[in-house]
């Protein structure tokens, strides 16, 4: 059997209508935008209505990305959506979205990794359409983190917005192209000693409740371009290309900060990074692949092009995935 690999055909995304700027926060919690925008970058972020879930935004951006395709909601065999805000704590948010789409095949199942979930959820589609278990996916991130913030925390609540992500992958066998499509590479990591940096100070299986965000800020900021630029480094070596010779980064956005700081680290040109924090906030899981669908729209992406994606979030967990569009 020749070798084969998950192609992505499409991408698409969902964000929800109402935005909120830093001068509607400074109405809530003691902060500015200035602060706001120096620290981290960020200036709005969209926030779900009281009745729209976290499957909703999944299924409009599967639902964009599938279109987008061409393809058939009934010749999906997978769907996989990161998460770590689900519509309730089971059934999965993605058998919600797989029944909203019409997918009736195949399976459906969550992926937990907070901030690193869509690098996580994508990785796993992978090696399903590799070993050919299945052969097309709708891989989604999708979140609604308005709902698990303290509002009350200005440390956290400034940070964080809702949207969600979606692209569709498909599996095609290689006929031994010098620079074949498709997902290249990808490394997952993660360290349980940071347990406490970055976690929801609930869970049905602790306090019964839903619990809110809670973050050291400055331990998870210390370590992420450390751990982010690693895992780069590692992707880059084991597929023997430079970093220079990647057209995107697409990285998970939770601070230009370390963005920048990761950019000097390994001497990448800041135009090939996307930032899309300033618009959206640190949206979790859903936030590369929402950056992903602004590259797409802004025609930043043609075929052939590389493109690295990384996230770093509670867990730790991290990763990066290099793929040819
Ligand atoms: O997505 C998962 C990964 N998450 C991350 O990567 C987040 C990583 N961390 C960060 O991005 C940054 O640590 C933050 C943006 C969260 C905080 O920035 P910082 O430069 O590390 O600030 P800090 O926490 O050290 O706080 C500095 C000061 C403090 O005041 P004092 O103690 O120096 O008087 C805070 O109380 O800023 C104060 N502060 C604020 N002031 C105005 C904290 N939050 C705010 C705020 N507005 N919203």
């Known amino acids: 059997m020749g070798t084969i690999r998950s192609i992505i055909r499409s991408v698409g995304a969902h964000l929800p209508k109402r935005i909120m700027t830093n001068d509607d926060i400074s109405k809530i919690v003691d902060t500015t935008d200035q602060w706001i925008t120096e620290r981290t970058g960020i200036k ?40 770590s805000t689900p519509d309730r704590t089971f059934p999965a948010t993605a058998v919600k979205i797989q029944a909203e789409l019409g997918v009736t095949k195949g ?21 399903f359409l590799k070993t050919g278990q299945s052969k097309r996916a709708v891989v989604i991130g999708a979140e609604t983190f308005s709902r698990i913030l303290d509002w009350e925390d200005r440390g956290t609540c400034v940070l964080f917005g809702d949207g969600a992500g979606a692209v569709v992958l ?5 006929k031994g192209e010098a620079n074949p499509r498709g997902i290249l590479s990808t490394r997952l990591r993660s360290d349980g000693r940071f ?43 084991e597929t023997g290309f430079a970093a220079n010779e990647i057209s995107l980064f697409v990285p998970h956005q939770a601070n230009k900060r370390i963005l920048d700081g990761v950019a000097r680290k390994l001497g990448v040109d800041p135009n090939k990074i996307v930032v899309t924090l300033d618009r959206h906030g640190n949206t979790s899981a859903a936030s590369i692949p929402l950056a992903l669908n602004q590259a797409f729209e802004d025609h930043r992406i043609k075929e052939g092009d590389l493109i690295l994606m990384e996230a770093m979030g509670g867990g730790f967990t991290w990763g990066a995935a290099l793929v040819r569009w």
């Open 44 to 83: 709005q972020r969209h926030i779900a209505a009281d009745d729209e879930l976290t499957s909703d935004l999944g299924t409009a951006a599967a639902h964009q990305a599938l279109v987008r395709a061409g393809i058939d909601p009934v010749d999906i065999d997978l769907v996989v959506c990161a998460t």
């Open 107 to 127: 399976a459906a199942f969550d992926v937990q990794a907070v901030c690193s979930g869509f690098v996580y959820a994508l990785t796993i589609a992978d090696n």
């Open 170 to 174: 498909e599996a095609q066998p290689q």
């Open 195 to 237: 347990y406490d940096m970055l976690y929801v100070d609930g869970g049905p299986g602790s306090t019964k409740t839903v619990g809110h965000l809670r973050m050291n800020g400055r331990e998870v900021f210390r370590h992420a371009v450390q751990k982010i630029s690693g895992v780069i480094e590692e992707t880059l070596l």
